[in-house]
């Protein structure tokens, strides 16, 4: 089963605002962000794992 990562799990992982997540999410360095149940919002674990991979190269 997909674990999601939450806005609030993100903004701790990466030490960014809310603002800075959506803005990349925007500009398509992070991955799009996953809709559940029309309410809950957040990025699914593999991708955050994969997108901090790519940074650390």
Known sequence: MMR???IAE????F?????WLYRMERD??????????GRTIGWEEKDIEEFIKQQKK
């Open 4 to 6: 999601l990562i939450s």
């Open 28 to 37: 398509g360095v992070l991955p799009k962000a996953v809709k559940l149940n």
């Open 15 to 19: 030490n960014r605002r809310r603002n």
């Open 10 to 13: 993100a903004e701790s992982i």
